[in-house]
């Protein structure tokens, strides 16, 4: 029985230092700032910062644990996505930028999980009634 359990260990370590060998979420690049929004205030941009640009810009900043799979590849696609999606850092690609408020207001994002390993990105009623207003107000700019 003791020998199993050290077998099934001994198994799962092997297993787990042979998914590190997959490239896939290794490759972290923030590439250059395309185009930012003509941003209608400070304050809107370092709240669209704290809590949006991690996946929704090209100045991710990439956390340790980015850097051990299996962990690596949600990062990796989540923020592949993220950008796909929205990117403040490429704006002029944003197809429909006037839903971004919205989505906000809405408790859409950020994503529940993405709060639990980075509490910064929780906004307070008052500091996401400010970016849902914010960014608002940017998209009317443009």
């Given at each position: 029985?003791k020998?199993?359990i ?9 297993l787990?230092?042979?998914?590190q060998?997959i490239?896939f979420g290794h490759?972290?690049?923030?590439p250059?700032v ?13 709240l669209?910062?704290?809590a949006?640009f ?6 991710t ?7 051990v799979?299996?962990?690596s590849?949600l990062?990796?696609r989540d923020?592949n996505?993220?950008r ?28 529940p ?20 207003s914010?960014?608002?107000a940017?998209?009317?700019r443009?």
């Amino acid at each position: 029985m003791k020998k199993t359990i050290i077998m099934i260990i001994v198994g799962l370590l092997v297993l787990f230092g042979l998914i590190q060998l997959i490239p896939f979420g290794h490759q972290h690049t923030n590439p250059a700032v395309v185009q930012e929004p003509n941003w209608d205030s400070p304050q809107t941009r370092e709240l669209a910062q704290q809590a949006c640009f991690d996946c929704h810009s090209n100045e991710t900043v990439w956390p340790w644990y980015s850097n051990v799979a299996p962990v690596s590849w949600l990062v990796q696609r989540d923020v592949n996505d993220g950008r796909r999606r929205v990117n403040f850092s490429d704006w002029g690609r944003v197809r429909e930028p006037d839903e971004i408020p919205e989505v906000v207001e809405e408790g859409e994002m950020p994503l529940p999980i993405f709060l639990i390993m980075h509490p910064e990105a929780r906004l307070t009623q008052a500091e996401k009634d400010a970016l849902v207003s914010g960014l608002q107000a940017t998209v009317r700019r443009q």
